[in-house]
């Protein structure tokens, strides 16, 4: 039986919002969660990994030069717990999806580099990309997703609304990985804020989205059908994963 494995720092906000949204999305199967100071699994017999969101990632691990900015609270542990995941995951040709914290992992993880903070790279106001709760989502702003791209499929959408409680951003995009998706307005200028990445081949699924879906899929309206829409399509793709590695199907 497949599994989908998720990484964390509080299990108890995992199981209410992540593991939920996997359910709406039509998981059935085993779903696995890990923490820092948990024994690391091997994704052996995994068909998913899902990146949850949280704190910060340490700057070393794309510039060992590079000083914390002021504004960084960092989750060292779960840099040692999800980095290494990533890369097996990535050789494996396990879906990936990683949310807010998640997308920047993916992106680190493979080579990539993050801005360390919106506010002061990008002078907008803090408030911008620091709305809402998990429990009251609220809508900030679309983002401009790439026609033709894999995630304006999967989301169903070129330019959904979108909830945003992150303060960094991708900066380099990783070898691998490609920008699908922007801000309103910042495509086309230097340092062009990302809001999501995928995989530069379409066989394989890894999607990073700066947003959080899993706060979306129970609204009503364009913005819960692509949240939606996008576990609905991991779900899809580990379960295909699954029947291609072990034989079985997601249940």
Request: glycine share 12%.
């Amino acid at each position: 039986m497949s599994s989908i494995l998720l990484t964390c720092r509080n299990k108890e906000s995992a199981h209410k919002h992540y593991v939920a949204a996997l359910r709406a999305g039509g998981w059935v199967g085993a779903v696995d969660l890990v923490s820092p100071g948990d024994p690391v699994p091997s994704l052996e017999g995994y068909s998913g990994l899902l990146l949850l969101g949280g704190a910060d990632i340490h700057p070393r691990h794309w510039d060992p030069a590079e000083p914390v900015h002021g504004t960084v609270e960092l989750d060292e542990g779960r840099d040692a717990l999800e980095l290494p995941l990533v890369r097996e995951a990535w050789q494996r040709h396990i879906p990936i999806l990683g949310v807010c914290r998640g997308a920047q992992v993916l992106n680190v993880a493979l080579g990539g580099s993050l801005h360390q903070d919106i506010p002061s790279r990008f002078g907008v106001e803090a408030t911008l990309h620091q709305r809402g709760t998990p429990e009251q989502p609220e809508l900030a702003h679309t983002v401009a997703v790439e026609p033709g791209s894999a995630l304006a499929g999967l989301l169903g959408s070129l330019d959904p609304e979108v909830n945003s409680r992150h303060h960094q951003a991708v900066r380099r995009i990783a070898p691998g990985l490609k920008a699908v998706a922007w801000h309103p307005g910042t495509r086309d200028v230097e340092g062009a804020l990302v809001e999501a990445v995928e995989s530069l081949d379409p066989e394989r699924f890894a999607v990073g989205v700066q947003w959080h879906p899993e706060n979306l899929v129970g609204l009503s309206g364009e913005a819960g059908r692509a949240a939606l829409n996008l576990f609905r399509s991991f779900v899809e793709r580990v379960g295909a994963s699954a029947i291609n590695h072990e034989g079985v199907g997601p249940g």
